[in-house]
Nanobody, 125 residues
Framework: VQVADSGGDSVQAGGSLRLSCTAS????????VSWWRKGSGKDRERVGSLDVNGATNYVDAVKGRFSISRDNDKSILYLQMNSLKPEDSGMYYCVATYREYCRGGYPLDSDFGAWGQGTQVTVSS
């Protein structure tokens, strides 16, 4: 599977963005999909995931503000981000992982997933 993510932009705090993730040959029963981000001077961190059973998981920092959805017909997944904060700034990555290597919707190891090229989100105060 090949992954391409897009939709990043610069927004004011409190605004919204929707990131898109296009995964070739994606099937929801075969791949879990997760979103990650890396802020300036920070380690890469999880954001949220969509598991093969349809369950979603989010880290505490984004719960209630971010949501993951998919358009099965178009094999596109989305990360809807609302009430954005400056600390949400960073490069966002979509990762598709074959189900055998998924745990809680995330890859067991970053090497097991197909990563998008990243899309930049900048939130100004």
């Amino acid at each position: 599977v090949q992954v391409a993510d897009s939709g990043g932009d610069s927004v004011q705090a409190g605004g919204s963005l929707r990131l898109s993730c296009t995964a070739s040959r994606y099937r929801p029963d075969m791949y879990c999909v997760s979103w990650w981000r890396k802020g300036s001077g920070k380690d890469r961190e999880r954001v949220g995931s969509l598991d093969v059973n349809g369950a979603t998981n989010y880290v505490d920092a984004v719960k209630g503000r971010f949501s993951i959805s998919r358009d099965n017909d178009k094999s596109i997944l989305y990360l809807q981000m609302n009430s954005l904060k400056p600390e949400d700034s960073g490069m966002y990555y979509c990762v598709a992982t074959y189900r055998e290597y998924c745990r809680g919707g995330y890859p067991l190891d970053s090497d097991f997933g197909a990563w998008g090229q990243g899309t930049q989100v900048t939130v100004s105060s």
